[in-house]
């Protein structure tokens, strides 16, 4: 397995994946998949649709449990530490005629912190405001959440994952609804985060994640990892078969 | 009305009802606001008919009727979470069962209870005259079992009525949630049977709350607006039946789908000239 090992970084990698399959009934959908993400880095998970991506997500974040093959999550089965993981979903899954404000929304991002009985404290709301302006969404503290466009609900969910203060940020195609502008600018965003936080993101867009990550793993049932700057037409081609080309795009 | 309110200072039993109609319209304003954007109302329906099984086991043995719908309610609310829970998708089906099965269970005790059965009438559409005064404390201590559950574990309950999985991923215990919420909807129809009875039970869970996200946008606000709706409708519905001699519940329920009716219609109305008027301002 390829390693960023010019990267200094701490001794135990956050996240461990240790010969892991997963089947949902007769579909194999990982299988003997190793990964290893050291702390600060910014990993991009590409392949197919319906290559396991989301399942590995899932299994990271605890929301599975793996058959066979381990995970740890800095040090600890997935289900443990699931509270110092951001994640920001592709779909979101609440009903967009909820009545809830952006703030509200952004405020969960603080539970499982501090007491469980009562309301949030002032402490979870000025976190709350940083969150929120962290990633240039301010002004729509106040908004419904329901009459957010795509690219403002991602930043609202992006915000909801950083007021939980993670060490790691999972993000599943979040720049899927949105174009290429938004995209660029949640681009750089990740990147001014990827200073205090471990990225992992899954992507469709493989050319233009390699601008921004350090790593690329591409998972097609199997997992293969290269260095940004070897993602050649060889890596696509056995990831994707035949009718996908690389276009170099440099900017 | 007028003669309405000339006997509410007469007679104590019209008091009563008033009280009642009160007191249950605090468990439809806090759970319904629940049940209608979590969008569970069929469930609430469901564990409504299912409670007939335990008021007819009730009357059959001799007991509280109440007591064998509190029973009742909570068995087939645990039940219904729990297939929920276990099987993802397949409650609808047991919810229809539980339905039926519970109306049936409850006929059967109720034909077979010696002595005269004319209660069938008054569990399927409600008696709020006959709500005896004793049962006021038992209705308010119920209120109080609601609103301080909600109070106490309102960022649980938020979170899981608005993002299941994030509130998983968060440490919430989504489950024992659950199951408590639906516990909370069981206790909340139980109070509402004293006054329209398991049949109408529905439309004072989800009417008002439905009303009121026509104009609110916040849960606690939602709650705060379907609480005064059904305090409205319950006292309203009182009032104007007992003049003509109606029944009382099914005149609630008629006021209150009246309600429901014109707020749609007005509030899109509403709505479309406000996005004209937006339209054309640039």
């Not at chain 1, 404000?101 to 405001?129: C, H, K, N, P």
């Not at chain 2, 516990?183 to 909340?188: E, F, S, Y």
Request: with cysteine; aromatic share 8%.
């Amino acid at each position: 397995m390829a390693r960023a090992s010019s990267r200094v970084v701490g001794a135990d990698p956050v996240i461990r994946i240790r010969d892991l399959s997963f089947s949902y009934g007769d579909t194999l959908v990982l299988e003997h998949v190793d990964l290893s993400i050291e702390r600060g880095e910014f990993v991009g998970l590409i392949g197919p649709n319906a290559g396991g991506k989301s399942t590995l997500l899932r299994l990271i974040l605890g929301l599975l449990d793996p058959q066979i093959g381990e995970i740890s999550v800095l040090g600890r089965p997935p289900g443990q530490m699931s509270r110092q993981v951001g994640y920001v979903p592709q779909f979101p899954s609440f009903p967009r005629d909820f009545p809830i404000s952006v703030e509200q929304v952004v405020t969960m991002g603080r539970l499982g912190i501090g007491s469980f009985l009562g309301w949030y404290r002032s402490a979870d709301r000025e976190i709350v405001r940083r969150a929120l302006s962290e990633v240039d969404a301010s002004d729509l503290a106040g908004r419904p959440i329901g009459t957010l466009s795509g690219g403002q609900l991602q930043r609202v969910l992006m915000a909801r994952a950083l007021a939980g203060d993670p060490e790691i940020l999972i993000l599943d195609e979040p720049t899927a609804n949105i174009d290429q502008r938004g995209e660029t600018s949640i681009f750089d965003l990740l990147a001014r985060l990827n200073a205090r936080l471990t990225i992992l993101v899954v992507s469709h867009d493989i050319a233009f994640i390699s601008d921004y990550v350090s790593r690329v793993a591409c998972l097609n049932r199997t997992l293969k990892c290269h260095p940004t700057t070897s993602v050649d037409g060889d890596a696509i081609h056995q990831l994707y078969g035949d009718h996908v080309r690389l276009i170099d795009h440099s900017h | 009305m007028g003669a309405f309110l000339s006997a509410l200072g007469d007679y104590a039993f019209l008091q009563t009802a008033l009280i009642a109609g009160l007191l249950a319209s605090v468990g439809c304003g806090v759970i319904g606001t629940f049940v209608v954007i979590k969008r569970i109302a069929f469930m609430a329906g469901g564990i409504a008919h299912s409670v007939l099984g335990g008021m007819g086991a009730a009357l059959y043995f001799g007991l509280d009727p109440f007591l064998g719908a509190l029973i009742a309610a909570i068995l087939s609310a645990l039940l219904i979470g729990a297939v929920r829970l276990a099987w993802k998708t397949q409650e609808d089906t047991l919810i229809g069962a539980l339905w039926a099965i519970g109306m049936a269970v409850g006929i059967l005790f109720i034909a077979k209870t010696p002595g005269y059965a004319a209660d069938l009438m008054s569990f399927l559409f409600g008696n709020i005259l006959l709500v005896p005064a004793g049962e006021l404390w038992l209705m308010a201590g119920l209120d109080l079992v609601l609103v301080l559950t909600v109070a106490l574990f309102y960022r649980q309950f938020l979170a899981i009525t608005f993002d299941e999985e994030f509130a998983r991923l968060r440490g919430v215990p989504v489950a024992f949630f659950y199951l408590l919420l639906l516990c909370l909807v069981a206790v909340t129809v139980v109070l509402l049977i004293q006054v329209v009875g398991l049949i109408l039970v529905i439309a004072l869970l989800t009417l008002p709350a439905a009303i009121a996200s026509h104009y609110v946008h916040s849960l606690g606000g939602m709650m705060l607006v379907a609480t005064l709706l059904g305090a409205v409708f319950t006292s309203l519905g009182l009032a104007l039946s007992y003049g003509p001699d109606l029944p009382a519940g099914p005149t609630m329920i008629l006021i209150a789908g009246g309600a429901y009716v014109l707020s749609a219609l007005t509030s899109r109305l509403l709505r479309r000239r406000m996005a004209t008027r937006r339209a054309r301002s640039v």
